[in-house]
């Protein structure tokens, strides 16, 4: 049996950025990480390989870098682990045993076993496999009805990408009331949603699927809960992902109510040596110091790079006690992207705060070709001013604007800091600098604040 210092089961963000800051931090520490398929994707550039990138091979992700710093990878399945005596067996019976487990297992999609004809032939997940997508990506060439079940994030993009391709009718059924509801504040819910009707999508939202249908065993229509029909050749299930625990919970790791293995602030789990990163480890959220259910590569990579340092004793502090969940989209032109607290979560939290937002362009002046308008909306306790939220929805300065509201928020910034930012401006890149748009929304709240 070969023996390692560390050894990583999975190959996605989370193992990736694991396995990298750890060799860079321990060089002379012997690692080994194992992944399921030769190639490996970017996860969250899965929808655009329908349209946008128009290739599976477009966006393809993998260790190299791992490899390049002198990790070693080998491509098969573990199917079992000793998590006292840290061994990992594989498919074809090699077995190797290390200091430092780690696992990286990420998450497998939500299977709807209630909807009836969920396993029909021509219905398809948003898997993060590259040769399941791929065969999914040739499989859609020839289909020309399709209907995507689920208006989150993949749902969406998929539906959008899709729709783009002139050839093809397209059906998004979401059963909340708008589309992105787990993300976004109501307001910013609605504009999204106008956002995909705005396309070629046919958006249903407010429905439920009762069954998809397929007599020969093959999809022919879905039946919603309105009592409409709709034909189809193929059905994209798009509604949600569940941590892929499987492995670790034979091995007796400590999973929560939430079927994600239970760690502490530094990724280790109860049995010693043994640690969990990325979608299969538990989260605790930012604000509310609860179990959370926050599946992203940015969080997991993240977690990912304070595990790499301290695999071998701490020696960074972490410098965030919980999930801060930050999403962004884009959606027929518009970008759409939140963090932290809106009025839908902070009613479920029980958080009091005071909302301001204030609109303009993300150039001065404004009457430049490739303007858009930009819109932030922020959050802050009306005690003392901290920023808890924010959204922002404009142009695509939004992606990178979101990200300076969380480091805000992580780091308690208060809206009468914010008043002192001091700023860099251009014509071509930002707002004026006399309204500068995260500033005028900071002022707004303190007003009310004054109140």
């Not at 391709?165 to 397209?170: G, S």
Request: proline residues 4%.
């Amino acid at each position: 049996m070969k023996h390692y210092d560390v050894i990583i089961i999975g190959a996605g963000p989370a193992g990736i950025i694991t396995g990298t800051t750890a060799k860079k931090q321990f060089p002379d520490k012997s690692m080994l990480m194992f992944k399921e398929e030769e190639k490996g994707l970017v996860p969250c550039g899965i929808p655009y390989i329908f349209y946008r990138l128009g290739d599976v091979d477009k966006n393809v992700m993998g260790p190299k870098p791992f490899v390049d710093l002198g990790g070693e990878v080998i491509t098969e399945k573990v199917i079992e682990v000793n998590a006292e005596n840290k061994s990992v067996k594989t498919e074809s019976g090699k077995e190797f045993s290390c200091d430092k487990l780690v696992f990286a297992t990420g998450s497998n999609v939500v299977i709807p076993t209630f909807i009836p004809g969920h396993d029909l032939n021509n219905v398809y997940y948003i898997k993060k496999s590259y040769n399941y997508i791929k065969q999914v990506f040739e499989d859609l060439k020839t289909k020309k009805n399709i209907v995507v079940i689920g208006g989150g994030f993949i749902g969406a993009e998929v539906a959008e990408q899709l729709a783009l391709n002139t050839d093809k009718n397209i059906t998004l059924v979401e059963s909340e009331e708008c589309c992105f509801s787990k993300a976004f504040s109501k307001d910013l819910c609605k504009i999204a949603t106008e956002a995909l009707r705005q396309t070629a999508i046919k958006v249903k939202t407010a429905t439920k699927v009762e069954k998809i249908i397929g007599p020969e065993g093959k999809v022919t229509s879905v039946l919603l809960s309105t009592g409409e029909e709709i034909p189809c050749e193929a059905v994209i299930m798009a509604i949600g992902y569940k941590p892929n625990t499987e492995l670790a919970a034979k091995a007796g790791l400590q999973l929560n109510k939430m079927g994600a293995i239970v760690v502490d602030n530094y990724e280790r789990t109860t049995v010693k040596g043994v640690c969990a990163v990325g979608d299969c480890s538990q989260t605790v959220g930012f604000l509310t110091g609860r179990m959370d259910y926050v599946m992203l590569a940015s969080t997991a990579t993240a977690e990912a790079r304070v595990l790499g340092h301290n695999l071998f004793g701490i020696k960074i502090r972490k410098n965030f006690t919980g999930t801060l969940a930050v999403f962004s989209t884009e959606i027929n032109g518009i970008a759409m992207a939140a963090a932290g607290l809106n009025d839908t979560n902070a009613l479920e939290a029980n958080v009091q705060y005071v909302s301001a937002q204030f609109s303009d362009f993300d150039t001065h002046p404004g009457g430049f070709e490739d303007t858009k308008p930009l819109t932030v909306k922020l959050y802050a306790s009306p005690c003392e001013g901290s920023i808890l939220g924010g959204e922002v929805w404009g142009g695509k300065s939004a992606g990178e604007m979101i990200n300076t509201i969380s480091l805000a928020i992580q780091k308690g910034v208060t809206v009468y800091e914010l008043v002192s930012f001091q700023i860099g401006s251009h014509p071509l890149l930002t707002a004026a600098p006399t309204k500068t748009i995260l500033i005028k929304a900071a002022e707004g709240i303190i007003e009310q604040i004054k109140k």
